[in-house]
């Protein structure tokens, strides 16, 4: 069971440095990555328990880069296969009902960081957003509260920011695509043939980057479509 914290943090936690929280996420995850965080005696379950009773108070978690750390801590586990961790991530009553909803609201929230690098922040803070979300689809206890929720604005929201972006993925693709066909067929002077292949190199990485991206958001899309109303 998650466990409850005071909808308003403590005087104390509201003085810890930001640093020190953003450290504690990111060495949580990075202990899960190495294999330090053990599922056989229930170690991973009360991290899980912990980041999911903070994440879902945004009072306890403004910064949304740490509020990121948490959702790639949950994503790495969702890739584990089934077993090994992440049958704690499809709790009815406690993860699904409390985090799912929050990670939802985070995914709309990054639309606009106030950044100067808001574009790749955004892109960067949806990816285990992502995976998160089409593990989740994946299992019946999700599929069941979206049914339920869809109609809510948040859900709404999360939709039309997820279309938005695969649309604008999708026409990168063909951007990209476009470029690389109009740069194959110049016909240039040998002494910029060089930088035209060091151009070109640059795009074929770009596409493919590209592809990796609307591939993840196409799966979720059609993880949703598949069961929605």
């Not at 994503?75 to 009815?92: F, K, W, Y």
Request: aromatic share 14%.
């Amino acid at each position: 069971m998650t466990k409850k914290v005071p909808a308003r943090p403590p005087i104390a936690y509201q003085r810890l440095p930001e640093y020190i929280l953003s450290s504690c996420a990111k060495l949580i995850f990075f202990y899960h990555q190495v294999g330090l965080l053990r599922n056989s005696n229930n170690e991973l379950f009360e991290f899980i328990q912990m980041d999911s009773s903070l994440f879902m108070n945004k009072k306890y978690i403004r910064n949304p880069m740490i509020a990121k750390e948490i959702v790639q801590f949950f994503a790495s586990i969702a890739r584990e296969p089934m077993g090994r961790g992440n049958c704690h991530l499809i709790v009815t009553d406690t993860v699904i009902e409390e985090v799912y909803p929050a990670v939802v609201e985070f995914f709309s929230r990054v639309e606009k960081t106030g950044s100067h690098t808001e574009y790749y922040d955004k892109m960067n803070m949806r990816t285990p957003c992502l995976l998160l979300m089409e593990f989740w689809m994946q299992h019946r206890e999700c599929r069941d509260y979206f049914i339920k929720h869809y109609k809510d604005q948040e859900n709404a929201n999360f939709l039309y920011f997820l279309l938005s972006d695969l649309t604008f993925y999708i026409q990168n693709c063909f951007g990209e695509i476009s470029q690389l066909n109009e740069s194959i067929s110049q016909d240039d002077t040998r002494s910029k043939h060089f930088n035209i292949q060091k151009d070109n190199e640059s795009i074929r990485r770009n596409i493919k980057s590209e592809f990796s991206t609307v591939r993840d958001y196409f799966n979720l899309v059609t993880a949703n479509a598949s069961f929605a109303p």
